[in-house]
């Protein structure tokens, strides 16, 4: 299905959310969503996917060496945790008194903030 106006996809994950991997090394890990990036789908999530990266030194860090990272973590791989049970659940969408549309958990109905 492709946007006519807005072009960027609608995920069902926004920064802030708790989520929990259900693929890959990290299977299994929890943990809160740092940053989205919409342009290749991809989560980076606190403490999931650490990679280790060599800094050459310079004159902004002489120091250089080896530092630990988060790496982005494909959102297919993520499952939003649902706030009053702590499970992993689906989000749909629904429009609330306003008109906006608000994220809910299919599992219990819960609104997500």
Not at 58 to 72: D, F
Not at 81 to 106: C, F, H, I, M, W
Request: avoid cysteine.
């Amino acid at each position: 299905m492709n946007r006519k106006f807005n072009k960027q996809p609608k995920l069902h994950i926004r920064k802030g959310d708790m989520v929990k991997v259900i693929a890959g090394d990290d299977k299994g890990k929890t943990g809160k969503v740092l940053e989205v990036v919409t342009a290749k789908n991809r989560a980076i999530v606190e403490g999931i996917n650490i990679v280790t990266k060599h800094e050459k030194p310079s004159a902004g860090k002489p120091e250089g060496g080896i530092k630990k990272t988060e790496a982005g973590v494909h959102i297919s791989n993520l499952m939003v945790l649902d706030p009053a049970s702590g499970n992993p659940t689906r989000v749909g969408r629904k429009l609330n008194e306003k008109g906006k549309l608000q994220r809910y958990s299919k599992k219990t109905g819960e609104l997500i903030k």
